[in-house]
């Protein structure tokens, strides 16, 4: 017992020297003051500089004008001969679900609410105007809505399945692993497949998710051959990449950043298209440094690029990866071998995270190109809390926090500016 106070005893000092120096006497005024003075909340500081709130209006990642969108080169003719409407991109996946039930009898859409609308609104409509016997509501099963939606496929048909939340698509992992991704290869070169199959799931942090509507998980599915991961940036590419994933003879996970349902608006074809599925897009050309990334950071990517060349004088190449698996090589390793650095950014955890196998990819066939180490800048390997969770994701410049009780900065945010000027000073 007494060797165990003996233990205690210097943790015990410890604890309360540090109390006493976190809390010195105050009056009751000051102590209010200091209260009310500071942020309990994950928001952007005042008078800050760099991590400002995306201005959704003005960024260059979507198209303002319908001569801007329709000059897209990837668009077919058709489509560039056509008009344009104004849709955020939730609206443009409603549009996308709307093109193909109209196109084909053989697209169904179902999930849990998906008949009255679902949670973000996506599916409105479209059950009154397509019937109940194609767009559906289904049971609380994510297993039994993939395994359905497989069998589905295998059938002929092409199931459009939702689930509510990435947070909750982990009982049917089973059946995308050992189903939807193996189907092909068991045929035995039969031909047949569950292409046309697509699983689509909101994800990301929105502010206020905590743990179970906050998660981007898309990492776990990109160590599956069979399936391909698809993330759309904008309303443009959401609705040409869902119907090319329609088209797909593999079967998809179509997972769409929340945070940007009603936040990104730009001007979208009416036309039905597609675009490329594996193929990223180069969406601004640089010399000196290559960011990677896709989904929602890319506008904090373009934020951070803005500053960074005006403030470091360098030129800055941005890709958009948009299939995360299987990913295009061939264009992120050009860019790198051309500008010679490289940083990949990504809102979900770093650990064994798309960054890791990108940064992988380019040491190993662009390594002697290289002017520095690769950078990955990506969600901290946490849960996402309630609170601060701003604070667990990239943003254009490392935040801190003061430590009171050890009186230390502590960094808490991870900054894509940081990372750019680090390897531009390495």
Excluded at 130 to 143: A, D, I, K, M
Excluded at 222 to 240: D, E, F, I, N, Y
Excluded at 340 to 368: K, Y
């Amino acid at each position: 017992m007494a060797a165990q106070t003996r233990a205690l005893s210097p943790s015990r000092g410890l604890l309360n020297s540090l109390l006493r120096r976190a809390a010195p006497c105050r009056s009751p005024s000051s102590t209010r003051e200091r209260v009310q003075s500071r942020r309990t909340y994950s928001a952007h500081p005042p008078n800050a500089r760099l991590n400002l709130p995306t201005d959704f209006a003005t960024t260059s990642i979507l198209y303002h004008s319908s001569q801007s969108c329709l000059s897209n080169p990837e668009l077919p003719e058709r489509a560039r001969s056509s008009t344009t409407k104004r849709l955020n991109l939730f609206q443009a996946v409603n549009d996308a679900l709307a093109t193909a039930l109209s196109a084909d009898e053989r697209v169904l859409l179902f999930g849990e609410d998906v008949a009255f609308g679902g949670v973000f609104r996506c599916s409105m409509n479209l059950a009154t105007e397509y019937g109940s016997q194609r767009v559906f509501n289904t049971p609380l099963s994510e297993q039994g809505i993939v395994g359905f939606a497989i069998g589905c496929a295998a059938e002929g048909m092409k199931p459009v399945a939702e689930i509510q939340f990435a947070d909750y698509v982990y009982p049917a992992f089973d059946q995308f692993v050992n189903e939807a991704a193996k189907y092909r290869y068991r045929s035995g070169g039969t031909g047949h497949n569950v292409g046309g199959l697509v699983v689509r799931m909101p994800c990301g942090a929105v502010g206020h998710g905590a743990l179970y509507h906050s998660q981007s998980p898309e990492a776990l599915f990109t160590h599956v051959p069979g399936l391909r991961v698809v993330m759309p940036r904008s309303p443009v590419q959401a609705k040409g990449l869902l119907l090319a994933a329609i088209q797909s003879n593999d079967p998809v996970i179509f997972m769409e950043p929340k945070a940007l349902y009603r936040a990104a608006v730009e001007q979208v074809p009416i036309e039905s298209y597609t675009l490329p599925l594996s193929k990223a897009e180069v969406l601004k050309e640089g010399k000196d440094i290559t960011v990677i990334s896709y989904g929602s950071p890319l506008y904090l990517c373009a934020s951070a690029i803005a500053v960074a060349e005006k403030d470091l004088g360098v030129s800055i190449e941005l890709v958009d990866l948009r299939t995360i698996y299987p990913w295009d090589r061939s264009t992120i390793l050009d860019s790198v071998r051309k500008t010679g650095r490289a940083v990949v950014v990504h809102e979900s955890m770093v650990n064994a995270g798309v960054g890791a196998e990108v940064a992988a990819t380019i040491q190993e066939e662009a390594f002697l190109r290289l002017e520095a180490p690769v950078q990955r800048v990506a969600g901290w390997s946490i849960h996402p809390g309630l609170i601060y969770e701003r604070f667990n994701a990239p943003d254009v410049a490392s935040g801190f926090i003061f430590a009171f009780a050890s009186r230390h900065m502590l960094t808490m945010t991870i900054g894509i500016y940081d990372a750019v000027k680090r390897v531009i000073e390495y």
